[in-house]
């Protein structure tokens, strides 16, 4: 071989290169050190979704969950005995690990970010297979089933009422250095909020969480309390559903049952065209109508009473720190900028939702459009996350 012949890339490659780095700019979304095409999941199935699955529908989703497997003998017990009641699925193998290894090296080529959704009872068991198939998947607990076999196993739901049990799996998983989501049912465990939090500080990378009846108020709280991906999942088959889980907090939103063709395609064309119009494909609402944490980025000054103080008093951030936070925050950038806005800077300015004449003639005259100024405000509430739940605890701000 010649050292000195230029290498040719093949236009294909260079296409979904490109194609991905478009989606990177749309959503921002990183899992494993790999781009997230679209913040549309599938979630696991027990004996339903294995790699084959994935595939058939990897053009319209970014990431997936195979499994649930079970890789214990407790589980694999309690998956044989529900297999043998008849109306449900399992998938039931000797061997666990060297058909997860079989899976996950099927999806090799996908430009899906594969997920292994687990039931095991003992940190020993997730370790074992986390250094079986290395780093390149996300290894997702399931603290979700709630087959009694299963549970009586200790597995499932059995860990949202052990959660220190759980703390601890998600623990030995990260000893392994890889990815963890936690998949729970909200309303199980004694307080979400608490979960949510603990989980972080375990370690845990992404929180998927099925909502069932809880809405979109459970969710809320559940950002309020950690930092973690989450992916929020239930009934989500149409873009007004996906849109509203994701301006209370998601980051992707994941089906199952409904995960057909047709509607995950309706779903990524939908979000995608959102993304390239609005600039900010999850952005929340406005804290004074009912949005999370993130929604700071678009409060004003805390001169009134409004949302805006009961939530600095709830995150334990004094008003003069916010000030100074969110000024620091646009510092160099498009938003430091409007002295004929209300408060002088746009950093204090609403979600282009709102009509507000100061700030779209502020944006004209600094020839930002909305859709750039939505993905400043974005980064903007990137930086109030990261100050609030990284750079500073709550007993450094007492």
């Not at 849109?243 to 995608?272: K, N, P, W």
């Not at 008093?313 to 646009?330: A, C, F, H, W």
Request: hydrophobic share 40%; aromatic share 6%.
């Amino acid at each position: 071989m010649n050292p000195d012949k230029p290498k040719v890339i093949s236009s294909g490659i260079l296409n979904e290169y490109e194609s991905m780095m478009d989606a990177f700019d749309r959503f921002g979304l990183l899992i494993n050190d790999r781009v997230v095409r679209t913040p549309v999941a599938i979630a696991s199935m027990a004996g339903i979704v294995d790699a084959a699955y994935l595939l058939e529908r990897a053009d319209h989703i970014g990431l997936g969950f195979i499994g649930g497997y079970s890789i214990d003998r407790p589980t694999m017990e309690a998956a044989r005995s529900v297999a043998s009641e008849g109306d449900r699925k399992e998938f039931i193998f000797e061997d666990p690990v060297a058909e997860l290894k079989a899976q996950v090296a099927k999806m090799a080529d996908s430009s899906v970010i594969p997920g292994v959704s687990l039931r095991g009872s003992s940190p020993e068991a997730f370790r074992a297979v986390a250094r079986a198939l290395g780093t390149a998947v996300v290894y997702e607990i399931d603290a979700h089933c709630r087959q009694p076999a299963m549970v009586e196993a200790g597995a499932g739901e059995y860990y949202l009422r052990h959660t220190e049990k759980l703390l601890a799996e998600v623990r030995a998983l990260k000893e392994e250095g890889v990815t963890v989501s936690v998949k729970i049912r909200s309303g199980v465990a004694d307080d979400d909020r608490v979960l949510a939090e603990n989980l972080w500080h375990a370690g845990a990378d992404i929180l998927h969480v099925d909502l069932m009846d809880s809405g979109t108020a459970k969710l809320r709280q559940i950002r309020n309390s950690c930092p973690l991906m989450i992916i929020a999942n239930n009934s989500i088959n149409n873009f007004d559903r996906m849109r509203d889980m994701l301006s209370h907090g998601a980051d992707i939103v994941s089906l199952a049952r409904q995960s057909d063709e047709r509607t995950l395609a309706g779903l990524d064309a939908a979000i995608t065209r959102y993304a390239d119009e609005e600039g900010w494909y999850n952005s929340p609402k406005q804290l004074c109508r009912g949005g999370d944490i993130r929604a700071l980025t678009f409060c004003c000054m805390p001169v009134k009473e409004c949302p805006l103080i009961p939530m600095l008093s709830r995150i334990d951030l004094p008003r003069d720190e916010y000030i100074q936070m969110k000024l620091n925050g646009v510092k160099g950038t498009p938003l430091d900028t409007g002295s004929q806005t209300c408060f002088g800077s746009l950093a204090w300015c609403c979600k282009t939702s709102s009509p507000c004449m100061f700030r779209d003639m502020t944006l004209k005259q600094a020839g930002l459009s909305r859709k750039e100024y939505m993905r400043q405000k974005r980064d903007l509430s990137d930086t109030i996350m990261g100050r609030i739940f990284h750079d500073v605890s709550p007993d450094e701000r007492s």
